[in-house]
């Protein structure tokens, strides 16, 4: 689990291979975080991710998919999204509608 020290940026970078869910070799790369410990957190929580385990609930996967994606989108888009979810699709789940 190797973490590199970018001297022009004076950052941390999570560097690392891992396997998807076909058993293809992938590399991902993130750079700038602020110390060690930061990169080689983000590559652990990155692996357990993306672990081949199906038995995920669904409430795990839109907690993983929160945590990834609504940082990077509008707010009013996220609400769009949340509202999706919470009155379309966990509806399906639940048994309530179809």
């Known amino acids: 689990m190797p973490a ?21 070799s992938r590399k991902k790369m993130k750079r700038g975080f602020k ?3 930061e990169a080689l957190t ?3 929580d990155f692996k357990e991710f993306c672990k081949k385990d199906m038995s995920k609930s669904f409430g ?4 993983n998919y929160e945590s990834d994606i609504r940082p990077r989108v ?18 399906l789940f639940r048994g309530n509608g179809g």
């Open 4 to 24: 590199y020290f970018n001297q022009k940026t004076k950052k941390w970078d999570a560097n690392f291979s891992y396997r998807d869910f076909e058993n293809n």
């Open 35 to 37: 110390t060690e410990e």
């Open 60 to 63: 795990e996967f839109y907690k």
């Open 42 to 44: 983000w590559e652990k």
């Open 74 to 91: 509008r707010p009013s888009t996220w609400r769009t999204k949340e509202y999706i979810v919470k009155y379309k699709i966990l509806r």
